[in-house]
Structures are given as structure tokens and as C-alpha cells.
T-cell receptor, first 111, second 115 residues
């Protein structure tokens, strides 16, 4: 069965610094998709970034980028120049036919 | 376009009661998925509906059920509520069913508290 593991329940980072959130997953499939979603306090979950497993190139979206290591089944999220608005729960998700989400990492950006 | 809407936003029930939650997807989206979110558990997939048919189902007891209407709006029902059913219930829509790689768009959720 597919599982998604986020080993960091909570992290803190100073404003303007860089932070990396970890995610590993288990699958026997080859062509799948990976996502990072952000859930700000009391607000809706929104997409941060999306990666297609058949693409070698790591996805980037402004200050957000991923380090996708297919063989290692690792999909980490790097947030550069952290801002106060980045404070949120971050969920890693795997998608083949269904979505599987990790348990989340609570990121606190400190001024 | 309006986003995914869920009603009600908050609900308090007692053990043994039943509850119905509603979700309206983004206009044009035909697939609706439901998730249960609890602290420490992340998001647990409940089920997915497309064209009024359940396409996928998670590992939840039969007390949890759902349906989808011809306008793509969806409802989920939980019967004989238990304390452990207290959670945030999220609805998400995508344009297609089992659309591999499709981004899911989430609603604000319904916070259910069971006393």
C-alpha cells in the first residue's frame, strides 16, 4: 500500500532564511504525481507545488522548490526567503489513482 | 470562479446521532473527494465520487457514506456518531475522476464535534 511519511511534525525558521521539509513515500508504481499542499491557520488548503514522477527536472514555483529523488522515494520541499505568511501546516501527497497524504509538518516562521 | 464550498462550517452533535455534510465543487468540476483530518493523522481518504458514482473508497466503516447529485454537489453522511468521529471533514474537487495528476481544490472544511 502507498504510504507517505513526513518525519518532522514541527519546524521553525527565521524570516528570510531557508527551510527544507522532508517527505518520503512508498510505491511500486512508476508514473505518479507528488504534491505539496499548504494549510494556513484556519484557512483553506492550497497547492504549493506539483511534480510529475516521469520528469527528471525538479519543480519550482517562485520561492518554493523540490528535491525529487525518485530512486530514494524522497520528495523534499525547500522554502527560500521564508516569509511570515508561510506559517502553516504543510502536507506532502502522493497521487496515482487516489491521493495519499502525509501527517503534515507544522512550520512556524519567526520574525 | 467560486471555490469549493462546504456547509455547515461547524457542527456539534452527540454520540449516536447522525450527520450530513454538504459540498459544492468548483463549477465544471465533476469529481468530489472527501477526507477526514485529525491531529497527528493527517488526511485520511474517505471516498471519491464522479458522475454520481463512487469511484474510490478508503478504509472507513460503513457508518460513513456519501452520494453525488447530477449537478456534482456531494453529501457525506455519518450515522451512529462516535467520539472519534470528531474531526475536520474536507471536500476537494477535480475536473476529472481518478484524474492522475490533477490538482485537488479544497473547501474550507466542516468542523464536526461529537460530544
Amino acid at each position: 500500500a502507498q504510504t507517505v511519511t513526513q518525519s518532522q511534525p514541527e519546524m521553525s525558521v527565521q524570516e528570510a532564511e531557508t527551510v527544507t521539509l522532508s517527505c518520503t513515500y512508498d510505491t511500486s508504481e512508476n508514473n505518479y504525481y507528488l504534491f505539496w499542499y499548504k494549510q494556513p491557520p484556519s484557512r483553506q488548503m492550497i497547492l504549493v507545488i506539483r511534480q510529475e514522477a516521469y520528469k527528471q527536472q525538479n519543480a519550482t514555483e517562485n520561492r518554493f522548490s523540490v528535491n525529487f529523488q525518485k530512486a530514494a522515494k524522497s520528495f523534499s520541499l525547500k522554502i527560500s526567503d521564508s516569509q511570515l505568511g508561510d506559517t502553516a501546516m504543510y502536507f506532502c501527497a502522493y497521487n496515482f489513482n487516489k491521493f495519499y497524504f502525509g501527517s503534515g509538518t507544522k512550520l512556524n516562521v519567526k520574525p | 470562479k467560486a471555490g469549493v464550498t462546504q456547509t455547515p462550517r461547524y457542527l456539534i452533535k452527540t454520540r449516536g446521532q447522525q450527520v450530513t455534510l454538504s459540498c459544492s465543487p468548483i463549477s465544471g468540476h465533476r469529481s468530489v473527494s472527501w477526507y477526514q483530518q485529525t491531529p497527528g493523522q493527517g488526511l485520511q481518504f474517505l471516498f471519491e465520487y464522479f458522475s454520481e458514482t463512487q469511484r474510490n473508497k478508503g478504509n472507513f466503516p460503513g457508518r460513513f457514506s456519501g452520494r453525488q447529485f447530477s449537478n456534482s454537489r456531494s453529501e457525506m453522511n455519518v450515522s451512529t456518531l462516535e467520539l472519534g468521529d470528531s474531526a475536520l471533514y474536507l471536500c476537494a474537487s477535480t475536473p476529472l475522476a481518478g484524474g492522475r495528476g490533477d490538482t485537488q481544490y479544497f473547501g474550507p472544511g466542516t468542523r464536526l464535534t461529537v460530544l
